[in-house]
């Protein structure tokens, strides 16, 4: 519904209401705020209808930047003859704690409002355009209108004071001591708000530099180094392995917090194992994985094997690079290293090479699992591991 | 001829593609967001839609909601599972990393021109891993379950097998293997699975 208006997300004191209707209709919400505390005076009206303008208005629209409120002279006074005549209304049908309270409350947040509202510079610059020349100052007509508001208030006072005789602001120290704080706090209270919600502001976006920095010093000592080095290198090899091995540490910092395992898990091996056979073999690993677990004993030989098949295939397969597939489930861990290079047969592997009777096969029958490997020339190999979980989760 | 639209916001891998397919495709449009791609494809009218997972102005999933019926292919460099299985859900017929090489993506396009859905490695792990924990009770075990094949296809997917060598290891044709994987594709969009949801705020969580 198009007359609907939103709460403010930024410029709120209890839900936005004063704020929203301020953006809607580009006038200083701190007028709305003080029309809403007359109306409190008239029977509790103001309270109503606040209440009710909160539950008409929309949520308001996440990170929204509000437009600056323009706070012309003769919207102001549009708003005290209408707020003058809502009171006469009011009074009219009997929503009234009566003359001597609400008067002299209207006088007091007239005051408030003649200190506290403020339009934005062009406003400000038209309107010190007509003021008399000695105070046509920025700083000589704020102090003006600080004084006229102060003076204003103290007639309100006064004037609650005289139109309510069971109290005597002079005779009786308790209501002058309250009527002091009350009169400071309508003349200091938008001032500390203010001061309160700008602090929060500087300290968000002290915040948000922080974050800016830490990833602008993190971006500069990897990602900028890299591609400097990129620059420099001649050889495509070496290039695909600098971007390889950056773009994986680049992923770790950006995604490596989600890992469901953390440090210490398979999962953390295996990618620092893939940077690790990357980087001393010049090659690409993408290793795929399902589900995750700590690291024990026969984990860990699962990962001495893997590493051994990956360096193998960088090794000798040919191949453009190798994908290992592992995944967790609840009674055992099972992986498979694959690539499409070369391949072999095993006849032909000499009897003194260690590695696949030895850290493969050897490794994972010691620790109860199987290790196979499967290979023919010009088919690519596989490496197939399995090995029991000790502890079923 | 393939008509493809390619909604990427990149304009180097944007020129990349352009430049890498070769006969048989035509490129009939781009879009670098997902307001213009929502505004231009319908006038597009293309086969394909190439669709990067993060646009400047939100998710892929936007882009697929709006056009439904159509074809599209999700690339992406990110490995946020939850993103990627976000664009499948709304629809797309596969997803492949950038990484991809030329003649392997211009495969992939004609594939889902044809109606398959094409796996990347890394999708089948998402999808298994979303799959997992079977424990749960669930309102509907057609939709909310892998059976031990696709399960079987699925991991030889994430090992890295083309649909071929699947067919000669399982012993099945190829159009079997399509079959298994579409059957995937259409269990992952239409399932309600408590757990696939609960997958995915963890993984955001965490």
Redesign the interface.
Same mark, same amino acid.
């Given at each position: 519904m198009g007359w609907m208006f939103r709460r403010s997300a930024a410029d709120r004191v209890l839900t936005g209401v004063a704020g929203g209707i301020g953006e809607r209709l580009r006038i200083d919400p701190v007028v709305v705020r003080l029309s809403f505390v007359v109306l409190t005076f008239a029977g509790g009206a103001g309270v109503l209808l606040y209440v009710s303008a909160a539950l008409v208005s929309r949520r308001p629209a996440p990170a929204e930047l509000p437009p600056p409120p323009r706070t012309s002279t003769t919207q102001a006074v549009a708003i005290a003859m209408v707020l003058t005549g809502v009171l006469l209304i009011l009074r009219g049908v009997g929503v009234w704690f009566g003359d001597g309270v609400v008067w002299p409350a209207a006088i007091v947040v007239l005051g408030s409002a003649v200190i506290w509202t403020h339009g934005d510079e062009a406003t400000r610059a038209r309107r010190l355009a007509w003021m008399p020349r000695p105070i046509r100052d920025e700083a000589v007509s704020h102090r003006v209108r600080t004084l006229v508001g102060v003076l204003v208030i103290a007639l309100g006072a006064w004037a609650f004071f005289s139109s309510n005789p069971p109290l005597d602001l002079f005779g009786d120290a308790p209501s002058a001591v309250a009527t002091v704080l009350v009169g400071l706090a309508v003349i200091a209270g938008p001032w500390i708000w203010r001061l309160v919600r700008q602090v929060a502001d500087e300290r968000r976006e002290r915040i948000r530099q922080e974050e800016r920095a830490e990833m602008a010093a993190h971006l500069h000592d990897s990602v900028l180094q890299t591609l400097a080095l990129i620059q420099r290198t001649e050889e495509p090899g070496e290039m695909i392995a600098l971007a390889r091995v950056q773009e994986r540490a680049l992923?770790t910092w950006?995604?490596g917090?989600?890992?469901?395992g953390g440090a210490g898990s398979l999962s953390a091996a295996l990618d620092e194992l893939a940077v690790w056979v990357e980087r001393t073999h010049r090659t690409w690993i *993408?290793i795929?994985?399902?589900?995750d677990c700590p690291l024990d004993d026969a984990v860990r030989a699962l990962v001495h094997a893997c590493r051994e098949a990956l360096v193998n295939a960088a090794r000798h397969s040919r191949a453009r690079g190798v994908?290992a597939?592992v995944?967790v489930e609840d009674d055992q861990v099972t992986a498979?290293v694959?690539d499409?290079g070369v391949g072999f047969t095993r006849a032909a592997v000499p009897a003194d090479r260690h590695g696949i009777a030895e850290s493969i096969e050897g490794r994972m029958e010691r620790n109860g699992g199987v290790a196979v490997v499967e290979s023919a020339p010009g088919r690519g190999t *596989?490496v197939r591991l399995r090995i029991p979980r000790s502890h079923a989760t | 001829m393939i008509r493809v639209f390619l909604v990427e916001d990149h304009e180097l891998f944007a020129s990349g593609v352009r430049n890498e397919l070769g006969e048989g495709f035509a490129l009939v449009g781009q879009a670098g967001t997902v307001t213009e791609a929502v505004a231009a494809i319908p006038g597009a009218k293309p086969d394909v839609v190439l669709l990067d997972v993060h646009l400047p102005d939100g998710n892929g999933a936007g882009v697929v909601e709006a056009h439904p019926g159509l074809r599209f292919l999700a690339l992406s460099v990110s490995d946020a599972a939850e993103d990627v299985i976000a664009v499948i859900r709304a629809g797309a017929r596969g997803y492949v990393t950038k990484s991809i090489s030329p003649p392997e993506l211009a495969d992939a396009i004609r594939r889902v021109h044809e109606g398959d859905a094409v796996f990347s490695p890394r999708l089948a792990g998402f999808v298994l891993d979303a799959f997992a924990g079977s424990a749960a009770p669930s309102i509907d075990p057609e939709l909310d379950q892998l059976t031990p094949r696709e399960r079987e296809v699925l991991r030889y997917i994430a090992r890295g097998y083309a649909y071929k060598e699947i067919a000669r290891e399982l012993h099945i044709s190829v159009k079997t293997v399509e079959s298994h994987v579409s059957a995937v594709l259409r269990k992952l969009q239409l399932t309600n699975r408590y757990e696939l949801s609960r997958w995915a705020s963890e993984r955001r969580l965490a």
């Open positions: 992923r950006l995604y917090k989600s890992r469901p *993408e795929v994985m399902v589900g994908s597939y995944e498979f694959r499409q *596989e | -």
